[in-house]
């Protein structure tokens, strides 16, 4: 729980103690905070070489050297589009993670940006998937293209590209199936897809692959990232269910392993509730220096 693990840290840090006692439940509580053992020990490591040096006099000078430690770590990845080209980015992750959410977010927060955004419904795998995209469409007054349930979603892509390129729209989000969650399967959806993006014009700039993690999985969202990283190289991730009992610690290890920049941050249900990620916020929270 990030709140619980940075309001730990500030008690510990409120002990002022530094002998061996002290790192060490440093170290389980970053292990708590979902950094990994090996990132843990890491970090209290650092902060025991440091704070001999540096001797930290107060509980936020502490943070603070925390707070740097794990700041290279994690990286921002810049979501913003350009003016005058078409611009694809393709939701990917595991059933149930917030893909279709997350999509219908990024559609109004780029609608109020005063861009031209087309759904597509790539997840042809389930009916009630392509129904769900389009109740998003019609609230969100977006425009969809969708085919018929079971069908090839590289063919829906291609429409949804031809008919956004006739009408010079700015950005499709391409919504995809959960279950292409095996490495083969991946790898067999993902370059057809590739091949259609890119035989229809749209260059590495302007098509991104982002995958979409439930931050209340903790490790699971790692080995969800080496797996999808592994079969498509990922461009960025995005971060949802912050809102909940959140394990923020996960993405300074995916960072770390993968160097995989974050994009957005999703902390709610509501079409507002998506943010674009910023490091120093997530930071300070992650080390209690804020409430
Ligand atoms: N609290 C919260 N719930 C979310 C968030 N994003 C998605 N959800 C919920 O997660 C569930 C699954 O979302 P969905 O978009 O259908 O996942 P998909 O299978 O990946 O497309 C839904 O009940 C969403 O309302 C978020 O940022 N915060
Ligand atoms: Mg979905």
Redesign the pocket.
């Known amino acids: 729980m990030l709140k619980g693990f940075g309001a730990k840290l500030k008690a510990l840090f409120g002990m002022n103690t530094f002998d061996e006692k002290y790192f060490e439940t440093l170290e389980d509580f970053l292990i708590e905070g979902d950094l990994g053992a090996k990132l843990a020990m890491d970090i209290s490591d650092e902060v025991r070489k440091q704070a001999k040096s540096t001797k930290p006099k107060t509980q936020q000078d502490l943070q603070l050297l925390v707070k740097s430690l794990l700041s290279d770590k994690v990286s921002t990845f810049d979501p913003s589009l350009d003016d005058d080209a078409l611009t694809v980015f393709l939701i990917l992750?595991?059933?149930?993670?917030?893909?279709?959410?997350?999509i219908a977010k990024l559609a109004q927060y780029y609608q109020k940006q005063g861009k031209q955004v087309l759904l597509a419904a790539a997840?042809t795998f389930r009916a009630a998937?392509i129904d769900?995209l389009e109740v998003h469409a019609t609230r969100l007054d977006c425009r969809i293209v969708k085919q018929k349930h079971g069908s090839d979603p590289g063919s829906v892509v291609y429409d949804a590209i031809t008919s956004a390129q006739a009408r010079k729209e700015d950005l499709i989000l391409v919504?995809t199936a959960?279950r292409m969650h095996n490495k083969e399967n991946l790898l067999r959806e993902l370059s057809k897809i590739d091949k259609i993006v890119k035989g229809r014009g749209i260059d590495a700039v302007h098509y991104k692959k982002f995958l979409?993690i439930?931050s209340t999985t903790g490790q699971n969202g790692i080995s969800q990232a080496e797996l999808f990283n592994q079969a498509v190289s990922l461009d960025a991730l995005i971060l949802?269910?912050?809102?909940?009992l959140a394990k923020g610690g996960a993405l300074v290890q995916i960072g770390e392993k993968l160097h995989i920049p974050i994009a957005f941050v999703?902390?709610?249900?509501t079409y507002r509730?998506?943010h674009p990620f910023d490091k120093d916020e997530f930071l300070d929270t992650l080390v209690g220096l804020t409430d």
């Open positions: 992750g595991v059933n149930g993670v917030g893909k279709t959410t997350t997840d998937a769900q919504d959960g979409v439930d949802t269910k912050y809102d909940s999703g902390t709610g249900e509730d998506v």
